[in-house]
């Protein structure tokens, strides 16, 4: 049986990092909020003009690497591992989460009370753009930060044919792949992960409890809030276990359809008509839009719209991509650099303005026909009550509300599922490409992710705060993700040099074996080499 070399000072260090942040939460919440926040503040309000241009950077980076010659070049060669279908639902699941659950049913009162643009809050004006800026926030640049990380990591692992799948090696052509900056790069990368599966618990606990307590009667008690995260533990702990095509494929497949049916139902039952309009012209809307609002900084009339939403989301995408990144590149084999960016970036826009256009749209028509006040219900109730209550004045309402709780619960499942295994994957240094990391480090880590927030649970700790620590932690991913990005293209002419688009279809149709390497590319190696050096090396 081969022995996984596994990298365990960085997986030390990392959970010594949380552990002591943990602590000082537990032990001085308010001081830990207030300078936590004060970070975030900072990020978000003075670097707020550095993610802008990074996130420009990427949609351009996308379009580029789609349509340029290299985009029909496979990632690994084969047929895919998954059908598109599965494929998409796999990514989807794994990225939205819960999330999408809760902001695309209460996201749009907070821009309609508080607008960008000046506008007057809670005007009719407001009401129109706000559902566009959700349309915008989940749309494009969001995927696309997701689209530009898996290239160069998908590249190395399938294509160079180059152990271990991390962030580390999407960065290899930068760093060299000296040990000292990928245990850096890793305890970034972990540390980002730990602390967004944190928030993922926090923010769906809380709603799955309050969910069944209104459905089914359950208690909503924080004993209740402990026994389902044991819950989720299990059932993602089981479909790790199983692995990707039993566990994960099955789960993603499952709540796709389900969650097809539960939109459905708010389609025909909540103002079919309207939704579709308002979906049609918020979408006009960001389309239109779309060039002032990427560019907006806010440098003269500062309304802090563009700094608490539009650069706390890029700063958030960016911390929590590498999750991603790892995990679309492992199920990506045999999709062409093309597909894995369009098809990322256009699924993820039409799947958030189905979700958003169906859950934002119903809850807006009921605010404007005076049928549910969400505005003045959520002054009063916590969200996840709000969120109950807006689902049951649906017929059959507590029927739908069980439902939406099992999509729920399994959205929860599949993200933190393809946690564990991009925890697992970057942890091991020597993983191949036909090969999946070992189950007992996806127990280790499984065990891991559920321990530190059911503390965190029992000691209070405010795990708000750390929401604040993923944004400060977009400053050194970002850089990653520059690292990543200079790797992809200083590889991909090192491999393909001078060769046209035609040379290029044409080499990909060969069975020959891609470009292994014996040993890393140092950053210069990489300018000068050509694909008839790195051919010839290994003949």
């Not at 696309?144 to 590249?155: E, F, M, V």
Request: glycine share 6%; net charge neutral.
């Amino acid at each position: 049986m081969k022995k996984f070399k596994i990298d365990k000072w960085a997986i030390i260090i990392t959970l010594i990092i949380v552990l002591a942040l943990s602590i000082y939460i537990v032990l001085l919440p308010e001081q830990a909020t207030a300078t936590l926040n004060n970070l975030r503040v900072f990020t978000t309000s003075k670097m707020g003009f550095y993610f802008v241009l990074i996130t420009i950077g990427i949609f351009a980076v996308n379009i580029s690497l789609a349509f340029s010659k290299y985009g029909n070049i496979k990632l690994g060669k084969g047929d895919p591992n998954y059908k598109t279908f599965s494929w998409i639902a796999m990514i989807f699941c794994a990225t939205m989460g819960t999330s999408i659950l809760y902001w695309a049913t209460l996201e749009w009162v907070y821009y309609y009370t508080g607008p960008p643009m000046g506008l007057d809050p809670q005007s009719m004006a407001a009401a129109e753009v706000a559902v566009s800026y959700s349309f915008f926030h989940w749309g494009i640049p969001a995927w696309g930060i997701y689209a530009i990380g898996t290239i160069p990591i998908a590249y190395r692992y399938y294509i160079r044919q180059k152990d271990g799948l991390s962030l580390a090696g999407g960065c290899e052509g930068v760093t060299g792949g000296k040990p000292v900056w990928n245990k850096i790069i890793n305890i970034v990368f972990i540390f980002g992960i730990v602390s967004g599966i944190i928030i993922s618990f926090g923010t769906g606990i809380p709603m799955l409890v309050n969910n069944l307590h209104n459905s089914v009667g359950t208690p909503d008690t924080f004993i209740m809030q402990v026994i389902m995260v044991v819950v989720v533990t299990f059932i993602f702990t089981l479909s790790s276990y199983a692995g990707l095509d039993k566990g994960m494929k099955f789960c993603s497949d499952s709540t796709t359809y389900l969650f097809f049916i539960l939109l459905a139902f708010v389609f025909i039952f909540g103002n079919p008509l309207f939704q579709i309009e308002n979906t049609i012209k918020s979408l006009g809307l960001m389309i239109n839009n779309f060039v002032p609002m990427i560019f907006e900084t806010e440098p003269i009339v500062k309304t802090g719209f563009t700094a608490d939403w539009t650069v706390f989301y890029w700063a958030w995408w960016i911390t929590l991509a590498p999750w991603m990144w790892i995990f679309i590149a492992k199920i990506s084999k045999g999709r062409t650099i093309k597909q894995v960016v369009l098809t990322i970036s256009l699924a993820g826009l039409i799947s958030t303005v189905l979700f958003f256009g169906i859950l934002s749209n119903y809850g807006l028509n009921l605010q404007l026909t005076g049928q549910f006040d969400f505005v003045s219900i959520l002054q009063n109730q916590s969200p996840e009550q709000v969120i109950s209550s807006a689902i049951m004045a649906l017929p059959l309402g507590k029927i739908v509300l069980f439902v939406w709780f099992i999509v729920g619960l399994m959205l929860l499942v599949t993200t933190l599922d393809s946690a564990v295994f991009t925890l697992a994957a970057a942890s091991v240094t020597n993983l191949k490409t036909d090969e999946i990391p070992p189950k007992s480090l996806k127990l280790f880590w499984a065990v891991i992710i559920a321990a530190i927030p059911l503390c965190l649970m029992f000691a209070k700790a405010p795990l708000d705060s750390l929401k604040s620590t993923i944004i400060i932690t977009a400053i050194p991913v970002s850089i990653t993700l520059i690292f990543c990005i200079i790797s992809i293209f200083k590889w991909l002419k090192q491999d393909y040099g001078d060769m046209t688009r035609d040379e290029i279809t044409r080499k990909e149709k060969e069975t020959v074996p891609d470009f292994p390497e014996k040993e890393p590319l140092s950053p210069s190696s990489c300018e000068k080499a050509s694909v008839i050096d790195a051919l010839n090396e290994h003949e």
